[in-house]
């Protein structure tokens, strides 16, 4: 997958992908999303960001969890 609105600087923000070369990590929008912001409260939050801006950070995280081992518990 070839993402155009996330970029990684080693000078900015620690190199952690970022929004457009923004000063916004991919993450920020994630967790936003996971505490329930709706996608309009986040472009109200960051009047620099756009829709499709919020599409590839979700797009980013799915792609991170793809590709880890992840320690869930398991259920009986």
Known sequence: MKF????VDQNQMGGAPCIRG???PAATI???ISD???HQEILEAYPDLEEEDI???LQL????LEEREL???STP
């Open 4 to 7: 155009k609105r996330i970029t």
């Open 22 to 24: 923004l000063r916004i």
């Open 30 to 32: 994630v967790g936003m």
């Open 36 to 38: 329930g912001m709706t």
């Open 55 to 57: 599409h590839e950070s």
């Open 61 to 64: 995280a799915a792609l991170a």
């Open 71 to 73: 320690p869930l518990l």
